[in-house]
């Protein structure tokens, strides 16, 4: 199946300066979240890519440049998050 993916063509400079200040930023968030009516985490995954608002103390606010970040939500272990380099000919290499 394909992935619903909004890119960042359409996010203006008007939005990044009205988030600023609300204290937020404006990334290109990838979630993934699984559906379910009763809590059980049984249903359907709802994937997607859009730009999203990040509050300006949230780890993926500081992603910059080629940096990335990931957050991962479990009922289990809370919040686990991971940062590293990412995109681009340097960081790859």
Known sequence: ???????????SVVDFAYAKSMGCTIKLIGTAV???KF????GALSVYVSPKLVPNDHLL?????????VAVDSANLGTASY???GAGRYPTA
């Open 1 to 11: 199946e394909t992935i619903p993916c909004m890119g960042i063509t359409n996010v």
């Open 34 to 36: 699984r559906q379910s």
């Open 39 to 42: 809590g059980e985490h049984d």
């Open 61 to 69: 606010a500081s992603a910059t440049g080629c940096g990335n970040a």
């Open 83 to 85: 940062t590293g380099p």
